[in-house]
């Protein structure tokens, strides 16, 4: 799999590209400190406080005894999965409700077209001095 496939992939849970370098490194090199993540990834401290705390939040990272350690990639694409079924599921179970706002939209915008049609057929008329 390529680098950029591999962005893509990580891209799919909502993360920059600078918490992938961070996965990427932990997941290569293993559990490390925050100052060793600092120095090999070269970024400033409030970057690596930001990225690992995101990694944490998406459940792929966590600290263990002051080390920082990633979970498996294949687990990574578990989650994507899973995620990707829940918002499927979400979508399926609410369908009735979605189809129903979208054509209220659809009427709302198609209502707001035909009254500025309308206001612009009355000041063409007036203008041309049929009113």
Request: net charge positive.
């Amino acid at each position: 799999m390529s680098y950029e496939k591999i962005l893509n992939v990580f891209a799919l849970l909502d993360i920059s590209y600078e918490d992938v370098r961070m996965y990427l490194n932990l997941a290569v090199n293993g559990p490390q400190t925050l100052q060793v993540i600092q120095g090999y990834l070269q970024s400033d401290w409030s970057q690596v406080l930001i990225s690992t705390r995101r990694l944490e939040e998406k459940g792929l990272a966590r600290c263990v005894k002051g080390k920082f350690k990633v979970i498996p990639f294949e687990k990574v694409l578990e989650i994507i999965i899973a995620s990707d079924l829940n918002d499927a599921l979400t979508v399926e179970k609410n369908r009735e409700k979605i189809i129903a706002q979208w054509q209220t939209c659809l009427r709302k915008k198609v209502n707001k077209i035909k009254k500025t049609e309308n206001k612009l057929r009355k000041d063409n008329a007036r203008f041309r001095g049929g009113d």
